[in-house]
Nanobody, 121 residues
Framework: QVQVAESGGGLVQAGGSLRLSCAPA???????????VNWYRQAPGKQRELGEL??????????NYVDSVKGRFTISRDGTKNMVYLQMNSLKPEDTAVYYC?????????WGQGTQVTVSS
């Protein structure tokens, strides 16, 4: 069962840009706009449990980023559309991964199925 839905992945050359989108799709729909939402990524050959927290945004709009993407990636949310976005610029081959959206919950975290981002050199 899809709990959040990611979209926007694809194949891009190094230096290019992509925008990922995350939309609520399950039981957390009504609280999505006040939930902390994170983007994780799982590099090829790595287990999902070892995925890297890339960026996050809380209900107040405060954001955080892993050092490797600071200045290149921007996380934002649109309360009207009930969406969270991850704008990725100046992409590098090492950004290649499956990107997952996570909606933090009080009792459980909700995850999507991921979207593949491939950056060619």
């Amino acid at each position: 069962q899809v709990q959040v839905a990611e979209s926007g992945g694809g194949l891009v050359q190094a230096g290019g840009s992509l925008r990922l989108s995350c939309a609520p799709a399950g039981s957390g729909f009504t609280v999505f706009r006040i939930s902390t939402v994170n983007w994780y990524r799982q590099a090829p050959g790595k287990q999902r449990e070892l995925g890297e927290l890339v960026a996050g945004i809380d209900r107040f709009g405060s954001t955080n980023y892993v050092d490797s993407v600071k200045g290149r990636f921007t996380i934002s949310r649109d309360g009207t559309k009930n969406m969270v976005y991850l704008q990725m610029n100046s992409l590098k081959p090492e950004d290649t991964a499956v990107y997952y959206c996570q909606q933090r919950g009080v009792l459980e975290d909700l995850w999507g199925q991921g979207t593949q981002v491939t950056v060619s050199s």
